[in-house]
């Protein structure tokens, strides 16, 4: 018998049939118009990984070591400024991948994009979902990672915290993710609270 999207759809809310999430991330990314927003920015680009660990889904983010001159400790998702040699942002987060965390272009499978954010210090970031396998030996470029997080997804689907900064007069959103051991906020978080939104929308 063939299952219609909306009881695979269930079945995955309800934590059941787990093989069926990479099948609604592709068919939730595809079916949408994705947010672009107009040049002008440094474009950047990340990889958002997900991954299997035993019977749950999971999404890994890198941890900053606290001695980097830009956002030292912050929790992030692999990635970086493009470059020329990249040809595309894609380009940028396979090359990326393999710097930072000695993961290989064939060891990433997309599944598609994430809407466009603009921060304010001045970065345009298109994110990329990618399935990545685990375990996976990874060869981790100390300089730019101290750690690396894995995060069971239904623990993301938890709201965020939200927090307010006043910019030009307006009050600005700042979210929170709180982990067990660690924060996820800025970008990251408003990435992670762009992929729960999509992927799990009612």
């Not at 040049?39 to 070591?65: H, M």
């Not at 993961?103 to 954010?117: A, K, T, V």
């Not at 030996?137 to 101290?146: A, G, L, T, V």
């Amino acid at each position: 018998m063939v299952r219609n999207h909306l009881e695979i759809f269930a079945d995955v809310s309800r934590g059941l049939a787990v093989d069926n999430l990479e099948a609604r991330i592709i068919d939730a990314l595809s079916s949408r118009e994705k947010l672009t927003l107009e040049p002008g920015l440094i474009r950047a680009a990340v990889l958002v990984p997900l991954l299997r660990r035993s019977d749950e889904y999971c999404l890994l983010f890198t941890k900053r070591p606290k001695e980097m001159k830009h956002h030292p400790g912050q929790i992030s998702f692999p990635g970086g400024i493009f470059e020329e040699r990249d040809i595309t942002l894609k380009g940028t987060v396979i090359r990326e991948a393999w710097e930072e965390l000695g993961l290989s272009e064939g060891n990433i499978q997309f599944l598609g994009e994430l809407d466009d954010y603009s921060t304010t210090t001045g970065y345009l970031i298109s994110s990329f979902v990618g399935k990545i396998p685990y375990p996976y030996d990874f060869r981790i470029n100390k300089e730019e990672i101290s750690e690396l997080i894995v995060v069971p997804i239904e623990e993301l689907r938890r709201p965020p915290r939200v927090g307010y900064v006043v910019r030009d007069g307006k009050p600005y959103p700042v979210y929170y993710y709180d982990l067990p051991q660690h924060v996820v906020w800025g970008a990251t978080a408003r990435i992670v609270k762009n992929f729960v939104e999509v992927v799990f929308a009612d």
